[in-house]
């Protein structure tokens, strides 16, 4: 088969690539190794790849003396977009470090633990072998040998949310305490578990959320699955539909050329920003907010519990220029801090003073005075039935615990409502034509001290056990604990004892031969089948059963898989397999429940996917979420990599497909079937001569006559990335001809119609920057030449971002062979 004219040049631009380094090379030079570290001073950082980011020790102004451990744009003054220690700063001299067993270290000049990753730390990740700053704004900490990262800053969102980040569900960023301060402040933007992005208020005290002043998308209350911001910059709120919510303006398209993110600010409003990488002195430029009216949002939603509302208690929400609200304390009162405006006020007398409280009225010492168009929400407490406003304004002015009263001749609040301390939810300019009635005092705040002298009830006598009834207490207690085990301990003896006595001396042999590893009899398996009745599916090894079993405790359901291509002289090799597929443990590797080796029957018992394949789930009548793709890629790709490099023993799994990748409740990718290819009888399969038709899953190398190495996975899974990204079988119908997935993409891919491979997929075409990556990665994989395909490493690591991605795949030619039943 005549080559392409363009398969020919790729083959001068293949020379040149390999004079350049491979991305493993580009990357590990900026990997960060465990034991480095670096120490508060002026400019102490680790930067990102271009230069973008920087992530250290930030000084803050006018302190030169404090340092906040964060990370932040290098070449753009100010923005910081992440930060450690709950935004506490450090003193010089303090030092992060990367240790192997618990991540990032931060102490102070002394020694003493500041903080630390090690409780944020993926449970199944190992130890930790380096650390990278990722040109997206995201610290990740590396495994030696695992593609997804033990600990990265994007998990773990502060205020800022960058291209690349999503937010699950309970998934949420935090506004700091003022401008500042880098403290936790009182709002929050959150996924809540009803499928609804919410702003709101929270108590810094308790960590209490309450109800949302701002919704978004509330059209579709409970459908919201994931808020993604994709590394193109486009955010969306993904629905369980598929379908999306643009979180951007309208008519409004990000562009690789522009930094982009989205900060819940100290006062409440979320804030879009963007700036040209290009021209940086431009600096940050507001391309939206939300909600565009903070007060008019909270006067709406009054009803609601919202607490002390987004400006604190005794304080107005007032709408200034650009739509930027402000916080004032009315007549009478001043800030809690001084230095943030958003905590709310206080009286600066003492407003509830019962005593003699009639007769201080009469001699003026208090007075009533007119706040225009203004309420404080969801603290009435009383109505007064009239019409008449001097009757409102006497009538709290009379009353003691009257903080306040509104006063409304029409609508629905018709009439006169006094409001308790401290007041609620205060709008200005929310309510026109209703008036505000505010209760002062007129002396001077030093005649009248806040904080009077409190006595406090005596403590409720507890009743009290003498200490002869404890020691009886105690000792009946020990007594029968100790009794309760005994029999336990003699319980599990017997039924062990009997157990043993039932098994014949065969399956003890067989026992003692595999380790780890659960052994059924056939019988069991039987059972456990009901007869070996409900099939799930038959693949290249044999048919699999759904089943039942108990392992001493509550029924599991498992998968049965009964061999039908094992040699009856493969004993030594099947022994050595399972033994080998037993010992894996991985989250994205289907665990082996157990075994059965009895007379001619070979049988797997594997967890049982409730999810069913890969291929199923592709091919089906819905197209998967982009998301979800992505993320099935990124999990079938580690589990390899842990095949590949992190076993004790290296599996070649050789059987990579859709129909080999099984998906948990969770739609977390699980592979299957590996370590079995050792196992298949010589020819079933794979055989060195006589193979005819058109590539699929398999590699060249096993048509030629060439040495079988990891490589033929990659291959694989180079076919089954594309399937991935387009929805579409390796070998496609068009118009009643078959079509090579392959081909098809490389085409596309050259001619710079990514979008056909999608099929007008709008959530993958907005992340045009990760879908182009993922082809390229895919093009690179399935290169006849084994050694110009990448290894799983470098393929987890493109994927990810950590790796740059060489340009201009050369093109994979098309070759004939033969497949042998």
Request: charged letters at 20%; aromatic letters at 10%.
């Amino acid at each position: 088969m005549a080559w392409p004219l363009s398969c020919t040049l790729s083959l001068f631009t293949l020379i040149l690539l390999q004079s350049t380094p491979s991305p493993v090379t580009a990357q590990n030079s900026s990997n960060i190794s465990v034991g480095r570290s670096l120490t508060a001073i002026n400019g102490s950082s680790w930067l990102s790849p271009l230069g973008d980011f920087a992530f250290g020790f930030h000084q803050l102004p006018n302190k030169a003396n404090l340092f906040l451990f964060a990370i932040w744009y290098a070449k753009i003054p100010d923005p910081i977009v992440w930060h450690a220690n709950d935004g506490n700063p450090v003193p010089q001299g303090s030092s992060v470090k990367i240790t192997a067993d618990t991540g990032l270290v931060l102490t102070d000049p002394q020694g003493n633990n500041l903080w630390n990753t090690s409780n944020e730390l993926r449970v199944d990740g190992g130890r930790v072998s380096y650390g990278f700053m990722n040109d997206t704004g995201n610290f990740a900490l590396k495994g030696s040998s695992n593609s997804i990262p033990v600990w990265q800053s994007f998990d773990h969102p502060t205020d800022t949310l960058l291209p690349g980040q999503s937010l699950d569900i309970d998934g949420m960023i935090n506004s700091r305490l003022s401008e500042t301060n880098y403290t936790m402040g009182r709002f929050q933007y959150h996924l809540t578990t009803d499928g609804n992005m919410e702003l709101s208020t929270r108590d810094i005290s308790t960590g209490y959320t309450y109800s949302g002043y701002y919704i978004s998308d509330a059209a579709n209350p409970g459908q919201t699955q994931r808020y993604v911001y994709n590394e193109s910059g486009y955010m969306y709120i993904l629905r369980k539909n598929g379908s999306m919510y643009n979180m951007l303006p309208d008519g409004y398209t990000p562009t690789e050329d522009q930094h982009q993110r989205l900060v819940l600010s100290s006062d409440g409003i979320l804030i879009w920003y963007s700036s040209s990488k290009i021209s940086i002195s431009d600096g940050w430029s507001r391309f939206q907010v939300a909600p565009e009216n903070i007060c008019k949002e909270l006067a709406v939603r009054a009803a609601q519990n919202l607490g002390v509302g987004v400006c604190g208690s005794n304080s107005m929400c007032i709408l200034g220029d650009n739509n930027k609200h402000t916080c004032t304390c009315p007549q009478g009162y001043s800030l809690t801090d001084p230095n943030v405006q958003y905590d709310g006020c206080k009286p600066d007398f003492n407003l509830v003073d019962c005593e003699d409280y009639a007769e201080r009225t009469m001699k003026g010492e208090y007075s009533i005075v007119q706040i225009l168009n203004t309420d404080f929400n969801f603290n009435d407490y009383e109505r007064v039935d009239s019409r008449n406003e001097d009757d409102c304004k006497n009538s709290c002015l009379k009353d003691c615990f009257c903080a306040g009263a509104s006063f409304e001749l029409s609508g629905k609040d018709v009439g006169c409502w006094k409001k308790k301390a401290p007041l609620l939810n205060g709008v200005t300019d929310g309510f026109i034509g209703r008036n505000f009635w505010l209760k002062v005092r007129n002396v001077n705040k030093s005649n009248d001290p806040l904080n009077p002298n409190v006595t406090f009830p005596p403590m409720t006598r507890k009743s009290k056990m003498t200490t002869p009834t404890k020691v009886l207490l105690g000792g009946s207690v020990s007594v029968n604990l100790l009794l309760l085990l005994a029999i336990g301990f003699g319980v599990f003896f017997i039924y062990h004892k009997n157990q043993l006595k039932e098994s014949n001396e065969s399956q003890r042999k067989t026992l003692s031969e595999y380790n780890h590893v659960h052994y059924f009899n056939y019988q069991e398996l039987n059972e456990a089948t009901n007869g070996f009745k409900e099939e799930l599916g038959r693949g290249a090894f044999g048919v699999v059963y759904k089943g039942m079993v108990n392992g001493g405790g509550p029924s599991i359901c498992v998968a049965v898989k009964k061999l039908d291509r094992i040699s009856a002289d493969t004993d030594k090799e099947f022994k050595t397999e399972v033994n080998v597929i037993g010992q894996t443990h991985h989250k994205n590797l289907v665990q082996l429940v157990g075994f059965c080796k009895e007379g001619d029957q070979r049988l797997l018992v594997y967890e049982y996917m409730s999810n069913g394949s890969l291929a199923d789930y592709l091919f089906g009548d819905t197209r998967p979420s982009w998301i979800d793709r992505v993320q099935i890629a990124q999990g079938t790709v580690t589990g390899l990599l842990y095949l590949h490099e992190e076993c004790s023993t290296q599996i070649i799994h050789c059987d990579i497909k859709p129909q080999n990748i099984l998906l948990d409740e969770y739609h977390i990718a699980r592979i299957s079937d590996f370590g079995l290819a050792k196992l298949l009888v010589l020819n079933q399969t794979h055989t060195n001569t006589g193979i005819r038709g058109t590539k699929g899953y398999v590699a060249p190398e096993w048509f030629r006559n060439k040495p079988i190495t990891v490589k033929v996975d990659v291959y694989s899974f180079g076919v089954l990335l594309l399937e991935i990204i387009c929805c579409q079988k390796s070998v496609r119908i068009v118009e009643e001809n078959a079509e090579i997935l392959t081909d098809w993409t490389f085409d596309c891919y050259r001619s710079d119609k990514l979008d056909q491979l999608v099929n007008d997929d709008m959530e993958a075409l907005k992340d045009m920057i990760r879908l182009k990556r993922f082809v390229m990665v895919a093009l690179w994989c399935i290169q006849e030449d084994p050694s110009l395909r990448p290894t799983m490493r470098t393929v987890t690591q493109m994927l990810a971002g950590l790796a740059e991605v060489p340009n201009n795949p050369p093109c994979s030619t098309s070759f004939s062979v033969t497949i042998q039943n």
